[in-house]
Nanobody, 127 residues
Framework: QVQLVESGGGLVQAGGSLRLSCTAS????????MGWFRQAPGKEREVAAS????????YYADSVKGRFTISRDNAKNTVYLQMNSLKPEDTAVYYC????????????????????WGQGTQVTVSS
């Protein structure tokens, strides 16, 4: 089993920045590809960004390219999402997810590819 705990959400004005963190426990962190997903009210959960086990593979949704950066520190069992130039449409609950896939450099972007999910952290961007 894998446990994921997100932190770093909050309220920020448009144009501001936040950094989300997700710390994992329960299994060797470098066995997982990781993803950050988000879900706004009344909308489906969608990927924001994802990263392979080594960090060499990344994927970004078009809506966040150039503004968000995903990274990971395998020594700290933590994945990060740096969010800059935030917009009101970025308002959502952000979820961290893990997909067990040792030795793959793929960054996965579908919700059904991930086995483990955190509880979510709210990000609210005011205009």
């Amino acid at each position: 089993q894998v446990q994921l705990v997100e932190s770093g959400g909050g309220l920020v004005q448009a144009g501001g920045s936040l950094r989300l963190s997700c710390t994992a426990s329960g299994r060797t962190f470098s066995d997982y590809a990781m993803g950050w997903f988000r879900q706004a009210p009344g909308k489906e959960r969608e990927v924001a960004a994802s990263i392979s086990w080594s960090g060499r593979g990344t994927y970004y949704a078009d809506s966040v390219k150039g503004r968000f950066t995903i990274s990971r520190d395998n020594a700290k069992n933590t994945v990060y999402l740096q969010m800059n130039s935030l917009k009101p449409e970025d308002t959502a609950v952000y979820y961290c997810a893990a997909h067990v896939t040792p030795n793959s450099e793929r960054a996965y972007y579908r919700t059904d590819q991930y086995e483990y999910w955190g509880q979510g952290t709210q990000v609210t961007v005011s205009s």
